[in-house]
């Protein structure tokens, strides 16, 4: 059961990772995109948890729901470990610029989005004054503050997916 989760992880991590740099790679701007990494990175992970408990489940028919659980969670965390490792790396050895970068588009974005709602100027000032004193460079703290945050939608997953197959491959009452 380990070795499945474990590799499954690792193969999570390193797509996930590689994509990510494909994307930086090709445009910036998509990168930055608020949506389209964490939505692929969701996508991602759903497939490699899925498949990890499906494997699970071929190999022994008579698996109990706390196994698809825990293999499906143990390929989240570790995919997800190997992608922070990446982040941090990007954003203080490969492109120490790219926190900068990062902390210009969201300031488009956030006045872009207060002028929208009507906000008036004083308060797109200070939305913009709040923003620029923000570090964007991630940390060893934060990094590990956001993977605790995504462990918590992790065990969520793996709860989802885990009554899902347990469901269609018709495995006996949970425990």
Known sequence: MNKIALKNGILLGLVSTALILLI?????????????????????????????????????????????????????????????????CLYHFIDPNLAALTKADTIRVAEKTLQAIGANDDQIENAIATIQKQEFSPSLIGLFQSYLLRSISGIILSIILSKILMRYYNIGKQN
């Open 24 to 88: 930086y790679i090709i445009n910036i701007k998509l990168y930055l995109n608020e949506w389209l990494i964490p939505s692929l990175g969701t996508l991602l992970a759903l497939f490699f948890m899925f498949f990890s408990g499906r494997q699970l489940i071929l190999s022994n028919k008579n698996t109990k729901f706390i196994n698809i659980f825990i293999i499906t969670l143990i390929t989240f965390l570790i995919g997800k470990l190997i992608n922070l490792i990446f982040v941090y």
